[in-house]
């Protein structure tokens, strides 16, 4: 299990997620975010055990200062949309895959938003891609971000070349 680094700048990414079980896929968000050296915060907030603490943590994250929240749950997946309908913050949804189903269960609870209350909504697993879309969201209003994320798209293509080459001898 990853543990949360402590960084004392004010969060600008909220990672939450409907269970502690959820970590070992939302972890992935969490390292990209430390990667690109975003201050980021994680927190467990369960859309049907703790629909008050959901609520309230909506409702405060703009004025806490975030900038975008990544949100993770499995099989009635229903925390990002809820978390959706009270900021109007960019919410990313991950859909975490559970034991049933391979996930697709907690892809189409979050994916099948109604109209005026979106969620962009990653692949199952796919929290690395959400802390990507929110570094991207970031780098808008941040052109150093954007210098990153061009050299992250680079070694993705020499990883892809180094491969191919080693793949011909
Ligand atoms: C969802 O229920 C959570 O997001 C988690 O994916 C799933 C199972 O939770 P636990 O029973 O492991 O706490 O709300």
């Given at each position: 299990m990853v543990s949360v680094p402590k960084d004392s700048r004010s969060p600008l990414v909220g990672v939450v997620m409907g269970s502690d079980s959820d970590w070992n896929v939302m972890s992935d968000a969490a390292q990209l975010l430390a990667d690109f050296e975003i201050p980021y915060e994680v927190e467990v907030v369960s859309a049907h055990r703790t629909p008050e603490k959901m609520i309230a943590y909506g409702k405060t994250a703009a004025d806490r200062g975030l900038k975008v929240i990544i949100a993770g749950a499995g099989g009635a997946a229903h925390l990002p949309g809820m978390l959706a309908s009270v900021t109007t913050l960019p919410v990313v949804g991950v859909p975490v895959p559970l034991g049933h189903l391979d996930g697709l269960d907690s892809l189409l609870s979050i994916v099948q938003?109604?109209?005026?209350v979106p969620v962009a909504t990653v692949s199952i697993g796919g929290a690395k891609n959400a802390g990507l879309v929110a570094v991207k969201i970031l780098a808008t209003a941040t052109p150093e971000l954007t210098g990153r994320l061009a050299s992250y798209a680079e070694g993705l293509a020499a990883l892809v070349e180094r491969k191919n080459t080693d793949l011909q001898s």
């Open positions: 938003m109604p109209a005026g």
